[in-house]
T-cell receptor
Framework: NAGVTQTPKFQVLKTGQSMTLQCAQD?????MYWYRQDPGMGLRLIYY???????DKGEVPNGYNVSRLNKREFSLRLESAAPSQTSVYFC??????????????FGPGTRLTVT | LAKTTQPISMDSYEGQEVNITCSHNNIATNDYITWYQQFPSQGPRFIIQGYKTKVTNEVASLFIPADRKSSTLSLPRVSLSDTAVYYCLVGSTDSWGKLQFGAGTQVVVTP
């Protein structure tokens, strides 16, 4: 059981370049999330997918797009990277049922630098 | 989403009990209180969740008074490996994952 996996682990982009961050989970969870974490700060929700086929904006969606490819995979795309998007990106999943409905499982993160 | 306030940092020695109090004055009836732990260069990890009174699991206890306007995470007999950032979050399990992470509390455990 790998849990939540993310690729790549590190990435350097030039301003204006595009890239897709990949996330997959093997826990059969319905809900998946993308967060960003800037130095010394908490996580901020970018987009989430409550279930397969649905996506919705979080707190900071501008400059990003997402795709819930299937139940396992949820990708985050930067169409035209900007230095303000330099951050660590975390993917998470949860089944949102029962007494631990707010329990999310996080991936190891992708450290992105935009120059 | 209810705003939370917690101390920026706390220091402790190995073997001591660490108590982190979180204030959430605007907590709603359907909100749960959830705590996460984050080590450097890792994603957060769920520790414990509660609604009222006391919840205990293998790593921590969560104390919630009757008015639910605050909560206290208690880490018994901490070790060096408990050095981490601890986040208090408040939200409904119906909020579709709209968890709001504040800056958290940096706990440093020294020998």
């Amino acid at each position: 059981n790998a849990g939540v996996t993310q690729t790549p682990k590190f990435q350097v982009l030039k301003t204006g370049q595009s890239m897709t961050l990949q996330c997959a989970q093997d826990m059969n969870h319905n809900s998946m999330y993308w967060y960003r974490q800037d130095p010394g700060m908490g996580l901020r929700l970018i987009y989430y997918s409550a279930s397969e086929g649905t996506t919705d904006k979080g707190e900071v969606p501008n400059g990003y797009n997402v795709s819930r490819l299937n139940k396992r995979e949820f990708s985050l795309r930067l169409e035209s990277a900007a230095p303000s998007q330099t951050s660590v990106y975390f993917c998470a999943s949860s089944d949102r049922t029962g007494r631990r409905g707010n329990e999310q499982y996080f991936g190891p993160g992708t450290r992105l630098t935009v120059t | 989403l209810a705003k939370t306030t917690q101390p920026i940092s706390m220091d402790s020695y190995e073997g001591q009990e660490v108590n982190i109090t979180c204030s959430h004055n605007n907590i709603a009836t359907n909100d749960y209180i959830t705590w996460y732990q984050q080590f450097p260069s890792q994603g957060p990890r769920f520790i414990i969740q509660g609604y009222k009174t006391k919840v205990t699991n293998e790593v921590a206890s969560l104390f919630i008074p009757a008015d639910r306007k605050s909560s206290t995470l208690s880490l018994p007999r901490v070790s060096l490996s408990d050095t981490a950032v601890y986040y208090c979050l408040v939200g409904s399990t119906d909020s579709w994952g709209k968890l709001q992470f504040g800056a958290g509390t940096q706990v440093v455990v020294t020998p």
